[in-house]
């Protein structure tokens, strides 16, 4: 049985740094894209950045780039989402979702919010 879990969310003020983790069970990480997405109270669920499999390049939504980072770590299986400089505006539950979709782009992961599997996500609040 394949599970994503998601961990590491909770409340941070303005400015404030986490690091999200995305353990997977059942599948090697290492061998799908990974990306994270984000669902905000009252909006759309968006993508919020993806790994390729296959080339190990990433995208970053305008919103997060030069904030966020997304990285593995195979030896634990997991993939990270390191968020620093939090804004209000990031405040919503992440989910992380793995795919072995062929891609032009991993952009496309993102944009079309392509996974195979998803976990149930993770709260971030960022308030003070």
């Known amino acids: 049985q394949v599970q994503l879990v998601e961990s590491g969310g909770g409340l941070v003020q303005p400015g404030g740094s986490l690091r999200l983790s995305c353990a997977a069970s059942?599948?090697?990480?290492?061998?799908?894209?990974i990306g994270w997405f984000r669902q905000a109270p009252g909006k759309e669920r968006e993508g919020v950045s993806c790994?390729?499999?296959?080339?190990?390049?990433?995208y970053y939504a305008d919103s997060v780039k030069g904030r966020f980072t997304i990285s593995r770590d195979s030896t634990k299986n997991t993939v990270y989402l390191q968020m620093n400089d939090l804004k209000p505006e990031d405040t919503a539950v992440y989910s992380c979702?793995?795919?072995?979709?062929?891609?032009?782009?991993?952009?496309?992961?993102?944009?079309?919010?392509?996974?195979?599997?998803w976990g149930k996500g993770t709260l971030v609040t960022v308030s003070s």
């Open positions: 790994t390729s499999s296959s080339d190990g390049t990433t």
């Open positions: 059942g599948i090697t990480l290492d061998y799908y894209h």
């Open positions: 979702a793995a795919g072995t979709h062929t891609l032009s782009t991993i952009q496309a992961m993102c944009a079309l919010q392509l996974g195979s599997y």
